[in-house]
Nanobody
Framework: QVQVVESGGGLVQAGGSLRLSCAAS????????MGWYRQAPGKQRELVAS???????NFANSVKGRFTISRGNAKNTVYLQMNSLKPEDTAVYYC????????WGQGTQVTVSS
């Protein structure tokens, strides 16, 4: 059993910053690929950023240069630093970890006001 818990969402004005945190626990004993998706109302879930077990990163074009993803010191924790936020970044952000199957968190709301 694997649990994925996100935190750090909230309301911010355009141009502001937020940092999302994600921690996976349970039957995960190695450093696994992790990442973030987001889903805005009426839209499909889309990949925002990912980080491989070796540290390689990947970003959606829409967030390149504004968002960074990094691992924490604790195994299977990951952060999404979001800068220069735009109203179109408003969505529910979901963290995942790949461990044979993909495990998802419950999501955290990010709202960017104009």
């Amino acid at each position: 059993q694997v649990q994925v818990v996100e935190s750090g969402g909230g309301l911010v004005q355009a141009g502001g910053s937020l940092r999302l945190s994600c921690a996976a626990s349970g039957s995960i004993f190695t450093t696994n690929p992790m990442g973030w998706y987001r889903q805005a109302p009426g839209k499909q879930r889309e990949l925002v950023a990912s980080i491989g077990s070796g540290g390689s990163t990947n970003f959606a074009n829409s967030v390149k240069g504004r968002f960074t993803i990094s691992r924490g010191n604790a195994k299977n924790t990951v952060y999404l630093q979001m800068n220069s936020l735009k109203p179109e970044d408003t969505a529910v952000y979901y963290c995942y970890i790949d461990g044979g199957v993909r495990y998802w968190g419950q999501g955290t709301q990010v709202t960017v006001s104009s």
